[in-house]
């Protein structure tokens, strides 16, 4: 580098008195889904990087692809080497048996229609109804599941699946209704006017509850007109 006769340059040197080489092979922990599992081979996947678990302790008397693990890892080194597993730890607490239960994320693993996780959180649709059909359900998918929780499974009653397009139109909004309109069933909150449709769902309270001062919780989408706000959901506080 060519330096000009006016250019000063401070150069800042530290003196090592210990290095110390980490270990390469020192264990670490990880916690998520199992995406993929071979439990003849005694491996699993979480994510991208797969894992040997033939001889890790504290091993779940069961293992299935959506499960959530908290694991010890370490790394072999050598032509041979790759990541395996020293010990299971619990990946998360199982939710308490409820009759009213609701799950909004993406699908993780996928068996069927009535088999898959969703959130790492394993659901039952057997007796689910799809109101707008099965379409698109698969890993990956963006759904809302309603139930009950069961023994840590939600069985679910209804599923709907969520397009891209939709997420792009969806508002969450809360505070207090600062002015009401009963007649063109719309109301003001945080400066926005929302209106509400006949299929509304209702949180801890009703119709009757949208009224000036009270707080609430909206879940809204773009209304046909595409200039105001629709909302799907309120759940008063």
Known sequence: MALSARTAIAYKFLCATRIELRDAAAACHLRGPIAALDTARQSLRIGSLGFDYGGALNRPASLAVGDIVRVTVRQVVGPFGGWVITAFGS??????????????????????????????????????????????????????????????????????????????????????????????????????????????????????????????????????NRSGREATRIKFK
Do not use: C, Y
């Open 91 to 224: 990946g998360v607490r199982t939710p308490d048996d409820r009759d009213e239960a609701e799950l909004d994320g993406r699908v993780g693993s996928f068996v069927s229609a009535t088999q898959f996780s969703v959130n790492g959180l394993r659901v039952d649709g057997s007796a689910a109804r799809f109101p707008e059909g099965r379409a698109g359900l698969g890993e990956g998918a963006r759904v809302e599941v309603r139930g009950a929780m069961r023994g840590g499974v939600l069985k679910a009653s209804e599923l709907r699946i969520e397009s891209d397009d939709e997420l792009k139109h969806r508002f969450a909004l809360r505070g207090t209704i600062e002015a009401v309109e009963p007649a063109a069933r719309t109301f003001r909150l945080r400066g926005t006017t929302v209106s509400w449709v006949r299929d509304l769902r209702l949180d801890d309270g009703t119709l009757a509850d949208i009224r000036v001062g009270r707080s609430v919780e909206v879940e809204a989408q773009l209304a046909a």
